[in-house]
């Protein structure tokens, strides 16, 4: 796992490089510019011929651009900066670096709205533009000559390089400040900020590329930083070898709680999912007449029939029956197509606490936790909870645009506060656990948001958790595989005609790419 900072710790890290290791902070500019150049060289082989524009604000973030001007002109590539501030604003690292690149005779041009006229002809002139504004030190919205600067950088559609992160954003949420570069390319100095993962700034981020700048690692792992990206090289080490004389019942049995009429399907590619992603067994729970219909279509997956009310849905006698098919299950998958019939949201809120295996919580099950959140603390096992941010607006009784605006932190929180896991669904999924570690999930694309795609999650996180995962690997397991499926099925066929069978099907693809 790669650690993920916020705009503030990694100030911290920063300060403490310098204090506790004796490192300059003109040492971390100089190797964050050396470093800038070194990844501009490899990507662009003609770069010599190039005529390069660098936008420098006053802080550490223009004092990296300067080093790179200066880097730049000492290889005789005609590069001219453009400084946001007056020369006598500039202070610390940033004021030295500039100082330089003023000695040096390199072309400054310190630029305001007198001299933003002149901007469009140097910017149809140049090749490309390193955008050295803000950093992670912005914290309001974007205005004046910067405003109207960046506006004409975007407009001018040259490549973009953006040094940590592109200038408009904010480093934390990933929401964006007004006017935001639009960058080709981001060049992330020393460790993820929670923008390059989350959206909508991880749209502006272009490609990514992580560059080490000489923080120690010990360091940073002193930090005790609480925020991190999956790696699929972390699966690979969770998956075990599986035995060659190992029989089904060495790898889990999922009880699946799903469906009512009319919503079938759900319950289905929950528990295919399920058995697709490795789990010995599977036993779907069904209202009567709903098991009735599977029965017709035979497939690998068990199924039993529970009482039902007058419109199809589980009723809420088929307690003691569901409660006894729970006995000696691996994990239970409750929620896909429920319903929220209010006998059925009775039974969920009476069912969920006497249930003594890992519970898998989705869709009409978090809708009825959401009228009666005195159940999860009645819950008497490990619990995962799937909601995406409209489910998750009802359960905390928020907003869904605030849920929106800082995924982590309600996410957190609520998985804190009520000793849950939480994965919070959408585009970079975030898994919260109750220690307070939080895991960002870099897979999945926009062919996912298809109807049963959390159905598969769903199925998936399960099984996991059958085949003896504990339940934060499953959930961050089950999140980047489900994600990866996503995406490989993408690359080969569309976004646009993905359905969530593709996913199922494209499941075994995903497995043998972790897997070998």
């Not at 502006?204 to 991190?228: K, N």
């Not at 999956?230 to 690979?236: A, C, I």
């Not at 075990?240 to 289905?268: N, T, W």
């Not at 976004?495 to 996913?503: C, E, F, H």
């Amino acid at each position: 796992m790669k650690k993920v900072t916020t705009a503030k710790e990694m100030k911290k890290i920063d300060s403490l490089a310098v204090s506790s290791y004796g490192i300059k902070g003109l040492e971390l500019m100089e190797n964050a510019g050396t470093e800038i150049v070194k990844a501009l060289k490899i990507r662009f082989h003609d770069f010599s011929r190039k005529k390069v524009l660098i936008f420098c604000g006053k802080g550490n973030n223009g004092g990296d651009g300067f080093v790179v001007a200066r880097l730049l002109f000492n290889m005789d590539i005609h590069v001219t900066v453009f400084l946001l501030e007056g020369r006598a604003n500039l202070k610390g690292d940033a004021a030295i670096n500039a100082e330089l690149a003023f000695k040096l005779g390199i072309d400054i041009i310190e630029l305001d709205e007198a001299r933003l006229h002149s901007l469009e002809r140097h910017l149809e002139n140049c090749d490309m533009v390193i955008d050295a504004l803000f950093g992670t030190g912005l914290t309001r919205p974007v205005s004046g000559v910067y405003k109207q600067t960046i506006d004409k950088i975007n407009q001018s559609k040259k490549h973009v390089t953006a040094i940590d992160i592109p200038s408009g954003l904010d480093s934390d949420t990933g929401m964006l400040m007004g006017d935001c570069i639009h960058a080709d390319l981001t060049l992330v100095l020393a460790l993820f900020k929670q923008s390059h993962l989350l959206f909508p700034a991880a749209e502006l981020m272009g490609e990514i590329e992580l560059i080490d700048i000489g923080i120690p690692p010990e360091l940073v792992e002193s930090e005790g930083i609480g925020i991190q990206v999956t790696e699929e090289s972390d699966l690979r080490a969770w998956f075990p070898q599986r035995l060659a004389d190992g029989h089904k019942g060495d790898y889990g049995h999922v009880l699946v709680i799903a469906g009512s009429k009319g919503k079938g399907g759900a319950a289905g590619l929950t528990a295919l999912a399920a058995l697709r992603m490795g789990c010995g067994l599977v036993t779907l729970a069904l209202p009567e007449s709903c098991q009735k219909a599977f029965e017709l279509h035979p497939m690998e997956v068990m199924t039993v029939p529970a009482p039902e009310t007058d419109v199809g849905t589980f009723a809420l006698s088929a307690k003691n029956v569901l409660l006894n098919y729970s006995k000696g299950m691996s994990a239970v998958a409750i929620g896909p197509g429920l319903s929220t019939e209010p006998e059925t949201v009775q039974l969920l809120r009476e069912l969920l606490p006497i249930i003594d295996c890992p519970l898998i919580i989705d869709a009409d099950a978090l809708n009825a936790l959401a009228q009666s959140l005195d159940t999860i603390s009645q819950l008497k096992t490990e619990a995962i909870l799937t909601p995406h941010p409209k489910e998750m607006s009802r359960i905390m009784g928020v907003e869904t645009s605030k849920i929106l605006e800082n995924r982590i932190e309600f996410a957190s929180r609520f998985a804190h506060d009520h000793s849950v896991i939480i994965v919070l669904k959408g585009a970079a999924t975030v898994i919260s656990q109750p220690n307070g570690l939080t895991t960002i999930n870099p897979t999945g694309n926009p062919g996912m948001a298809t109807a049963g795609s959390g159905d598969i999650l769903t199925g998936i996180i399960a099984s996991l958790v059958a085949q003896g995962f504990s339940t934060p690997k499953a959930a961050i397991a089950g999140t980047y595989l489900h994600g990866l499926s996503g995406d490989i099925f993408a690359q080969k066929e569309s976004q646009a005609s993905l359905i969530a069978g593709d996913l199922l099907r494209t499941l075994p693809e995903t497995m043998k790419r972790i897997l070998h």
